[in-house]
Nanobody, 130 residues
Framework: EVQLVESGGGSVQPGGSLTLSCIAS????????MAWYRRVPGLECELVSS???????YYTDDVQGRFTIAQDNAKKTVYLQMNSLKPKDATVYYC????????????????????????WGRGTQVTVSS
């Protein structure tokens, strides 16, 4: 079993920055991807960014150039640095990792939030408003 705990959410003005952190504990697989999802209308979650154990990353087009994902394997922590935040970025962000050792693919881009294919954190709220 894997436990994921997010932190770092909060309220910022448009153009501001936040850094989300996710600490993993339990029986984690060093080969599994780590990901950040965010809730979108329709009770779905959008894959915002993911990172492989070899460091390769994925970003959805909307955040490319503004968000940066990174991981510290020794600390079992994954980060999401979010710059130039926009009001449309405001939602709940979830940390996730697959329940089986695999890489995220296009079929993971939009999923039911907290589905059974992933371990999920409880989420952290990001608010962007002036």
């Amino acid at each position: 079993e894997v436990q994921l705990v997010e932190s770092g959410g909060g309220s910022v003005q448009p153009g501001g920055s936040l850094t989300l952190s996710c600490i993993a504990s339990g029986t984690t697989s060093p080969e599994s991807d780590m990901a950040w999802y965010r809730r979108v209308p329709g009770l779905e979650c959008e894959l915002v960014s993911s990172i492989r154990s070899d460091g390769r990353t994925y970003y959805t087009d909307d955040v490319q150039g503004r968000f940066t994902i990174a991981q510290d394997n020794a600390k079992k922590t994954v980060y999401l640095q979010m710059n130039s935040l926009k009001p449309k970025d405001a939602t709940v962000y979830y940390c996730a990792t697959p329940r089986t050792s695999r890489h995220y693919s296009f079929s993971d881009y939009y999923v039911n939030c907290r589905n059974d294919y992933n371990y999920w954190g409880r989420g952290t709220q990001v608010t962007v408003s002036s």
